[in-house]
């Protein structure tokens, strides 16, 4: 099966796309960060992809080129470093993306 998985790299700073590869699916993986894309790759991801998923043209081009079968949504933009005391601020981009 074809996936597409946006947020790739995950909240907890794992790879959920090594256990979809593993499962013998064909993956195209996104990150927001430039600098994971290797680690997707490593992980058997055919295609990763850097982008910013609240940009809209790009992101359906992405995932038109891709044609998935499924798309799994894992986007989250959670700070290292949570400020419990500032959570709203620190889940904004988060709830931007659901």
Do not use: Q, W
Not at 5 to 30: C, E, I, Q, S
Not at 63 to 90: W, Y
Request: glycine content about 6%.
């Amino acid at each position: 099966m074809k996936i597409f998985l946006a947020g790739a790299t995950g909240a907890d700073r794992k790879t959920p796309a090594a256990a979809v590869v593993r499962r013998g699916h064909t993956v195209t993986a996104t990150t927001r960060t430039p600098d994971k894309v290797d680690s997707i790759r490593r992980v058997g991801a055919t295609d990763p992809k850097s982008l910013n998923a609240l940009t809209n043209k790009k992101c359906s081009k992405t995932v038109r080129r891709a044609a998935p079968d499924v798309i799994i949504h894992e986007l989250t933009a959670i700070p290292p470093s949570l400020d419990l005391k500032r959570f709203d601020e620190g889940f904004a981009f988060t709830n931007m993306l659901s």
